[in-house]
C-alpha cells in the first residue's frame, strides 16, 4: 500500500496526538514536530513515528505530528490509521489494525 492522499488522525486534546501524513514524491520522510513536551521526549517521540513508518513500509511523506503528551502507543496507533485512511484503500473492513506496529 502506498499513500495516495493527506491522512489524518488523532486529536488536539491532552494527551492524544494528532498525526497527518501527505504523498510526496522525493523519497525522504520530512517530519515536522510540535510538542507540549518537545524538551523531555522530542527524540522518544520521533523515534516512535519513525520506526511506525518503517513498519509500514512508508518511505516518502510529509508527516505533520501535533502532540500534546500522548504515551507510544497512542502516537502509534495515530501513525497507523493516518497512513490507512491515506492510502484510501478499501479492504471491506478488514484492516488488520495493529497487526504490523508491535
Request: one cysteine or more; hydrophobic letters at 35%; proline letters at 1%.
Amino acid at each position: 500500500m502506498e499513500l495516495k492522499a493527506a491522512g489524518t488522525a488523532g486529536t488536539l486534546e491532552s494527551s492524544d496526538v494528532m498525526v497527518t501524513l501527505e504523498p510526496t514524491t522525493d523519497g525522504k520522510i520530512d517530519l515536522s514536530l510540535e510538542s507540549s513536551v518537545i524538551n523531555q521526549y522530542g527524540r522518544q517521540i520521533k523515534a516512535t513515528v519513525l520506526e511506525s513508518l518503517e513498519r509500514l513500509g512508508v518511505k516518502s511523506a510529509k508527516v505533520i505530528v501535533n502532540d500534546h503528551g500522548a504515551l507510544d502507543c497512542t502516537i502509534k496507533a495515530r501513525v497507523e490509521c493516518a497512513f490507512y485512511r491515506g492510502c484510501q484503500c478499501d479492504m471491506d473492513g478488514k484492516f488488520d489494525w495493529g497487526g504490523v506496529i508491535r
